[in-house]
């Protein structure tokens, strides 16, 4: 497919991303770079200068509210992207309404609470909607340890095994590394019906 | 029994078993723990009760902190 083709399926796509820390400041930047049509962004926390090393924000932004932030950040880079932003807790309630109508969902939260109370909500309440996470990130180096599972709709991005701690921080390369897996699943998931022969293909595999 | 434990056979020595045996057993000790019986969620309130039996397909998957 070339690009043009590419940008016309996707600007009538709609993704949510729940968290706009590490993992949804960066994942939002991508798809936004290729003109995902409409992305659902919610968070509650405000930009501290300790985000900036990983987070998709600037210097000058620092006390924003996160959403506000990435939705100028998202504007200065593809204006043609629709932005809803949801300054808010996501909750088991609240997540079915305000994701209703999105083609996949972004886990991007930091806190494995959180994490827990996204899948669980979604794979309980939204059977067959496709979810994208990241789990296990913390650190450096480790290149091949980063990898791509599936089963059924919930899709899992990371080494699945690195948590953050003191010694064991959340750094931009690697956090950006499953950002942008992410992004390239929830790709490859929008794009998965229009790419055939490359389906037929992978499938084989299976 | 044979199950499938995250993408890998395994044999289990009872006709069944619950979610709770079956987390104890594999020392899966972690707090945050999403539960997939044969791409089923099981709740956490349903881990006691929730019967594995033979050839299910089961996912368990360890939530961590990052991002």
């Known amino acids: 497919m070339t690009t043009e083709e590419i940008t016309n399926i996707l600007s009538g796509k709609k993704v949510a991303i729940a968290g706009c820390g590490g993992l949804g400041s960066n994942c939002a930047v991508s798809l936004c770079r290729v003109g995902i049509g409409t992305l659902v962004i ?26 506000l932030a990435l939705t100028e950040n ?14 808010t807790m996501l909750t088991a309630d609240n997540i079915p309404l305000l994701f209703a109508d999105c083609d996949v969902i972004v ?30 990130m ?51 998931i929008l794009l998965e019906k229009y790419t055939s ?4 293909c992978e499938s084989n595999h299976d | 029994m044979k199950i499938t434990l995250n993408n890998n056979p395994e044999e289990i020595s009872a006709e069944n078993i619950t979610v709770s045996a079956l987390l104890k057993l594999k020392n899966f000790t972690f707090k945050m723990l999403i539960v997939k019986i044969n791409g089923t969620l099981v709740k956490k309130t349903e881990y006691d009760t929730a019967t594995i039996i033979d050839g299910d397909d089961v996912m368990v998957l360890h939530l961590i902190s990052g991002g």
């Open chain 1, 42 to 67: 919610a968070d509650f926390d405000v930009v501290s200068e300790s985000n900036l090393n990983r987070q998709y924000y600037f210097q000058d932004q620092v006390g924003q509210k996160k959403v």
């Open chain 1, 74 to 87: 998202i504007r200065r880079i593809n204006p043609g992207v629709r932005v809803i932003a949801h300054d």
């Open chain 1, 107 to 136: 886990e991007a939260f930091d806190q494995a609470g959180q994490k827990e109370i996204l899948i669980e909500t979604v794979l309980g309440q939204m059977p067959g909607r496709p979810l994208v996470a990241g789990l296990g």
């Open chain 1, 138 to 188: 913390a650190g450096w180096g480790m290149n091949n340890s980063i990898r791509y599972q599936k089963t059924d709709n919930l899709h899992i991005c990371g080494d699945g095994v690195s948590e953050i701690s003191p010694d064991m921080p959340p750094l931009a390369p690697r956090v950006c590394m499953v950002a942008n897996m992410q992004a390239n699943t929830v790709l490859e």
């Open chain 1, 197 to 200: 022969s490359r389906k037929d």
